[in-house]
Each structure stands twice: as structure tokens, then as C-alpha cells.
């Protein structure tokens, strides 16, 4: 409740209002603290998927090349299954 909506381009502002008990209570970080926070979450999600990303390239490039047979099907060719 007594949040704020602007919808598109619209001029209008809509106000959220409701019983009292569903009012939230108010923040202790200002909105640059929580947009500074959000910014960095993003920022280490993406750090994340990059580590990720290359440690799965590092590992695609040290298998060499499968030429299409992947390993089950060499394992039965060398009859080596672990």
C-alpha cells in the first residue's frame, strides 16, 4: 500500500491504497542503497555465468575432438566401459 504506478508514458500517477495492516514497512537503505545493491547482484550474476561459461569452453576444448561419436559409443569400440 501507498506505492506509486505510472504506467507507459502516461502522465497519470495511480496510488496504491488498502487496509492499513498491508502497509509495508519502510525501508532503512535509501534508493540509490538499493538500486547500488541490485547493480551489484546483476553484476556477480553475470560475473558467475562468465566463470561458468569459460570453465565450460576450457573443458569442451580439452576433450579434443569427439567427430561426432561421443564417448559411450568409443567405449564400446575400445570394449574399455568403466
Known amino acids: 500500500m501507498g506505492h506509486q504506478i505510472k504506467v507507459g ?9 488498502g ?26 550474476r553475470k560475473r558467475m555465468e562468465a566463470e561458468i561459461r569459460k570453465e565450460e569452453e576450457e573443458e569442451e576444448l580439452s576433450t579434443g575432438i569427439s567427430w561426432g561419436i561421443g564417448t559411450s559409443f568409443s567405449c564400446l569400440l575400445l570394449q574399455k566401459c568403466v
Open 19 to 44: 487496509p492499513l495492516e498491508d502497509v509495508e514497512e519502510e525501508s532503512s537503505e535509501s534508493v540509490t542503497e538499493l538500486r547500488q545493491r541490485r547493480l551489484d547482484k546483476e553484476l556477480e
Open 9 to 17: 508514458n502516461s502522465s497519470r500517477l495511480y496510488i496504491v491504497s
